[in-house]
């Protein structure tokens, strides 16, 4: 079935560092990616998608780009703030599905 | 615009009692989505609502958990009795149009804690 491996955290990282977090996915056909995030006590928020392969989603500095060759969907931000910590969350959507497929969270710390 | 909401947005209850958890959609989406994060693991689908008709409950853990939509608007999911392994988040979503494509807007969650 549909699977997402995401980095494992926390990830403690010093502000205006350069940020990866690494994604994987497993699917059949041309899923559509995203990264969702979850900021302290707020609900999760649609970060960036990409809905084909070599697709680019950005937002807010961060990027991602849709590799079918590797089937990753890695998120990366050149220079991170404070406002950034938070915990991200891969996910994958089959094509003709409606239910999202989450990997298991990832936890950014920025220091100042 | 409201976005999703869900109340409570924290609640601790004793195993087997009974909880009720509630989410009001954002107004006019006719899908609204039930998730849940256990253990700080992966947020698993549990089932897909259109207007009052479940779509896909395959998620749904077992026969404790009940889901209902009546009239189409507002949500509620009910663990009886409840289990220490029902503890996590629970996320609700909606979106308007069709299902694979349009963005799913989710709210707070509520956090569950089973003693």
């Known amino acids: 079935g549909n699977s997402v491996t995401q980095m494992e955290g926390p990830v403690t990282l010093s502000e205006e560092a350069f940020l990866t977090i690494n994604c994987t996915y497993t699917?059949?056909?041309?899923?559509?990616l995203f990264w969702y995030v979850q900021y302290p006590g707020e609900g999760l928020q649609l970060l960036l998608k990409?809905?084909?392969?070599?697709d680019k989603g950005s937002n807010k500095g961060f990027e991602a780009t849709y590799r079918k060759e590797t089937t990753s969907f890695h998120l990366e931000k050149g220079s991170v703030q404070v406002s950034d910590s938070a915990v991200y969350f891969c996910?994958?959507?089959?094509?003709?599905?409606?239910?999202?497929?989450f990997g298991s969270g990832t936890r950014l710390s920025i220091r100042p | 615009e409201a976005g999703v909401t869900q109340f409570p947005s924290h609640s601790v209850i004793e195993k087997g009692q009974t909880v009720t958890l509630r989410c009001d959609p954002i107004?006019?989406?006719?899908?609204l989505y039930w998730y849940r994060r256990v253990m700080g693991k992966e947020i698993k689908f549990l089932l897909h609502?259109?207007?009052?008709?479940?779509?896909?409950e395959s998620g749904m853990p077992n026969n404790r958990f009940l889901a209902e939509r009546t009239g189409g608007t507002y949500s509620t999911l009910k663990v009886q009795p409840a289990e220490l392994e029902d503890s996590g988040v629970y996320f609700c979503?909606?979106?308007?149009?069709?299902?694979?494509?349009?963005?799913?807007?989710f709210g707070p969650g509520t956090r569950l804690l089973v003693l």
């Open positions: 107004s006019g989406h006719d899908n």
């Open positions: 609502f259109v207007k009052e008709s479940k779509q896909d």
């Open positions: 996910a994958l959507r089959g094509r003709s599905a409606s239910k999202i497929i």
């Open positions: 979503a909606s979106s308007q149009g069709a299902p694979a494509v349009e963005t799913q807007y």
């Open positions: 990409a809905t084909k392969a070599d």
């Open positions: 699917a059949t056909g041309y899923p559509s």
